[in-house]
């Protein structure tokens, strides 16, 4: 008499709750967002790079006086970063398909608060109210360039990463 012995009632459990992580890789796309947040943050105000791994744009040297003025250094590449208000809007966020970066606070604060103590002693006033998501579009129209967009190797490293994490989540 032959006698089959198998442990497929104890992995087979195991299997398939590898298996069903494929079905909802949400913890997978979060781990990923997060990294390409990551490097956008880095190329955007660290480097100063456009979507197209082009500079942003330079300064006119008016605005480098008032960075200057308003103790931000006087380097002349766009680096999007004055009160990093913008910088600091932008998260990952759970979308209908998983999730993905978008801007968490839309609002800006007064930017009486840090950048106009000169100018309000001058009598000057800055508008206020302009919203993240409308900096993000009129910087894009101003400097001509898909800033906020993935660039090509951001686009590689999440399906890398990706890819990575599936596989290690399948291979336990």
């Known amino acids: ?23 909802n890789p949400s913890e997978q796309l979060k781990i990923v967002a997060n990294d390409v947040l990551v490097l956008i943050n880095e ?12 500079k942003i744009g330079t300064y006119s040297s008016q605005y480098l006086k008032f960075r ?16 990093r208000q913008l910088q600091n809007s932008l998260d990952v ?27 309000k002693a001058k009598g000057k006033t800055r508008k206020n109210g302009v919203t993240n998501s409308e900096l993000i579009k009129y910087l894009e129209d ?6 906020w967009s993935l660039t090509p190797g951001e686009i590689n490293y999440a399906v890398n990463k990706l890819n990575a994490l599936i596989k290690a989540d399948l291979h336990g």
């Open 43 to 54: 190329r955007i105000h660290e480097k100063g790079l456009a979507a197209d791994e082009t």
């Open 93 to 119: 966020v759970q979308t209908e398909n998983g999730w993905g970066i978008g801007i968490i606070n839309d609002s800006r604060l007064p930017m009486d608060n840090f950048l106009n103590k000169k100018n």
């Open 142 to 147: 101003k400097y001509k360039k898909k800033i």
């Open 68 to 83: 200057g003025d308003n103790g931000r250094g006087g380097k002349t590449d766009v680096f999007l970063s004055f009160t």
């Open 1 to 23: 008499m032959l006698t089959i012995r198998t442990n497929i009632g104890i992995i087979g459990p195991e299997i398939l709750s590898r298996i069903e992580l494929l079905r």
